[in-house]
């Protein structure tokens, strides 16, 4: 009999999941099960969608009836799975029950909403799915001053486009710095003044106290002060989304994510569960920086995850999900910025001594018309030398070279061997002869040698 | 007594090396000879200078007069060093002799033009020095139809600023692709392709026979055929320029350049000179990939071995120069064209099997607007596993892919420990979710498991 396998959640993870399962067994039975009206998309590409910058069914890359006929995928959309057996190996969705020989549980993220009054009113919003992004743009017909509440690269990504489209925008964050934890205060203050210098107003060290309004929203409260606005969307982070592993009693670290093998298994008072497979944003990782748990809520961490979960389900030779870096990259108005392994805030929550290298340079020959800023904040490990993280503030081309740390990271470079070891490709329209990285990582390297 | 010290050469190596030697060592005496009428500048400019992109004056960064005022150095133009003794530790120069500490020989590489008769015509040019590109950018004026010879990246950048120029731009190689030895054919042949639908002409497999005219240049004869020029171009690339080492006996290696120890110190019948020290285009290096020797004519590199170079002769704690992956990257018109460690063939000439996996995509997400063609291609050695080459062809951000995958070769990662361990950063105006590099990889793993 062919192997039945149903993956429970329709984002990155799942479909990937999903597909790799099908492609690795094609003979398989695979079935995916989601809440969501619209599957295969990218969150990430939502504030972009609000402004219309794309269209929703350019971000939509396939649909159920695609998954269906050109991959042999059954998917119930707008079905939530009641309950898990995986004693019986059973889920039960829409009245219905349907056996499993292997399951993947990808059930992604919740956005966290603050528990203040009137987060309930009309036009309070979170961006999470298609359908939020919709309803938003549709709310935000005729309104001009909206407030987001969370100065996270979603809500900064949200703000331009809100401001794009002639909004008068209010940020509101609890921290002192935009992008906090993954960004350094440092950096993530020429990202503030960039978007200031746009128009975007920040309001900063102050947690939203209320949401004020009758039946729609009227204004925001936040640290004693009113900020009037038609719209409000919370932009305040993910946490992961345990309502089915918590119901079969799975074992959740010590960051809120599912405790699992390097075969993206969980497990449950300590033992692995069999045949169950997890994948994306409710999924703790190991750290590639650090010795220790880490959460890399990333689509591009969900596709790798989706793919050796999928690649374990289908019953193929195991696939391993290895330890994170986590790098990540976020187009925020003119600028682009990027990072990779540990902040400095996080490295002291690691409780590691920081050395830290800057440079500011161009992302072409410094004659060469149409370079960009480019500054560069390389962070290294006092007591081993390793290099644990790097940021890229870039006009272009910060991807690349965030991915390029990333690959020195994991490989363990010290900042040394990094000097010596490394090289960057040169073209006058492309790069610097010597890369700003460098200038970094030398920097580093002289505190390191205090 | 303060240190002396003498470099000779004013390129990449040798500014940088002047530069590092009197940052690390302020007291020290630093003088530079050199032949050429500017300095510090990058000969992989010139095309657009001769284009007129930019201008001959922001090419070179910086006058002799800046580095005499702002950086304390000393550089004689237009000076050809005679003689080095270095018993005696002198350089002879222009009637006078300068004794020296420590000397730097970085006289770089002299582009080879093929014996063939008539290269000494009128017209005909090579492309190395900004004294160059300027008769070029003089000559061409009235001029409509040009030959390039040779269609490595110089000649093919060249051949897109001529054609801009509104040039009839023949290419002339020898052998039967661009980009020959650094790139494969397949990838070679997609900017073939590209060019010849801007219009410029190729003729492939067909060495410079003759270079015919009175006192001018008025055709060119390749493979039996004429083709009639008013300007023609040598681009067929660059030897060690060894006349200096030559004379003073140092040891030169297999493939042509300087035998060197990691402290970049050349050696004479197999024992190191001391306080010689060389950089740039003459240096034979280790490479990074295999065991052996290669060459790395790259300006990046050449910057890299003048820092080390510099403070080796600024007397400072040894700096070691590392074995070479050698990244390029090479704009040629609408297309980046990047390189790592070895191609298909330079591994056979390793004695190397290897393994291939190609994939295509799209710089940015499928449904974000302005996404350009992304083709990666992926070398893996049959026998180890291990990634030892990458070619990436792209619109945009080819260079930090390719630095990427530099980090990766070198720190000697499978193909296999690459899809585990690699991540990369994803936001939809800069990357896809899972970028094609993943795919290539995955592709050679699968022809790596057959």
Chains 1, 2 share one sequence.
């Not at 396998?5 to 990937?16: D, E, L």
């Not at 350019?58 to 159920?64: A, E, G, L, R, Y």
């Not at 995928?73 to 020989?101: H, L, M, N, Q, W």
């Amino acid at each position: 009999m062919s192997k039945r396998i149903i993956v429970i959640g329709s984002g990155a993870a799942g479909m990937t999941a999903a597909s790799t399962a099908k492609a690795r067994n094609p003979a398989a039975e695979v079935t995916v099960f989601t809440e969501d009206e619209d599957i295969a998309y990218s969150p990430c590409a939502i504030p972009w969608g609000i402004e219309g910058r794309t269209g929703w069914d350019d971000i939509v890359m396939h649909t159920p009836g695609f998954y269906e006929k050109e991959r042999g995928i059954k998917v119930f959309t707008r079905t939530k799975v009641e309950s898990v057996d995986d004693a019986a190996k059973t889920v039960a969705a829409g009245g219905k029950t349907y056996p499993y020989d292997s399951l993947v549980i990808a059930t992604g993220g919740k956005v966290f909403v603050p528990p203040v009054p009137g987060a309930d009113l009309e036009n309070v919003f979170i961006v999470r799915t298609v359908s939020d992004g919709k309803r938003i743009q549709k709310a935000l017909e005729g309104v001009s001053e909206v407030v987001v509440g969370g100065a996270g690269v979603i809500g900064l990504e949200l703000a331009v486009s809100l401001k794009a489209m002639g909004k008068d925008v209010t940020v509101i964050e609890m921290m002192d710095q935009v992008i906090p934890r993954i960004a350094d205060k440092d950096m993530a203050d020429v990202i503030q003044r960039h978007l200031e210098e746009k128009g975007i107003k920040f309001v900063m060290k102050a947690p939203v106290q209320s949401v004020n309004g009758d039946v729609k929203v009227s204004s925001v409260t936040a640290a004693g002060k009113e900020y009037p606005c038609g719209v409000m969307i919370f932009a305040t982070g993910i946490r992961a989304n345990l309502e089915i592993p918590k119901a079969l009693g799975l074992d959740v670290g010590q960051l809120g994510g599912l405790v699992v093998s390097p075969t993206l298994q969980p497990y449950r008072r300590g033992r692995l569960v069999p045949d169950v497979y997890v994948a994306g944003d409710l999924v703790q990782c190991e750290s590639a920086v650090m010795p220790g748990a880490t959460m890399s809520q990333l689509g591009s961490t969900a596709v790798k995850q989706g793919r050796v979960a999928g690649q374990n389900a289908a019953g193929c030779p195991k696939a391993l999900f290895g330890p994170v870096a986590s790098p990540w990259v976020s187009v925020i108005g003119d600028k682009q910025i990027a990072g990779t392994g540990l902040s400095t805030g996080l490295a002291v929550w690691y409780g590691v001594n920081v050395a830290e290298g800057k440079a500011e340079g161009l992302t072409r020959a410094r004659y060469y018309p149409g370079g960009k800023e480019l500054i560069v904040k390389v962070l290294a490990d006092k007591a081993t030398h390793r290099i644990i993280g790097a940021q890229i503030i870039a006009g272009e081309e910060a991807t690349g070279r965030i991915d390029w740390m990333t690959s020195a990271i994991v490989s363990g470079m010290t900042a040394e061997e990094f000097l010596v070891r490394a090289e960057n490709a040169y073209c006058p329209p492309t790069s610097m002869v010597r890369d700003p990285v460098f200038e970094a990582v030398e920097e580093a390297c002289k505190k390191l040698g205090q």
